[in-house]
């Protein structure tokens, strides 16, 4: 991964940690998990955990 994006992960991971529901759904059964895109390439699964106020990020793609 470049250094840019590795940069533009991790400023969407620090905006996600105050609105994790700024994401769209994988599910709209279960809206706990998430995706978003990051970057010019990047996309971003995670699982909000309402009780514990954490994300768990499961998959980080960048295409670019």
Known sequence: M???AFD???DRVT????APWDAQAL???E??????LFGSAGLLSFYVDDQQELIRIFDVTWAG
């Open 15 to 18: 905006k996600l940690v105050g």
């Open 27 to 29: 599910d709209l059964t």
């Open 8 to 10: 533009a992960l991790v």
């Open 2 to 4: 470049p250094p840019q």
């Open 31 to 36: 809206t706990a998990f998430r995706q978003c």
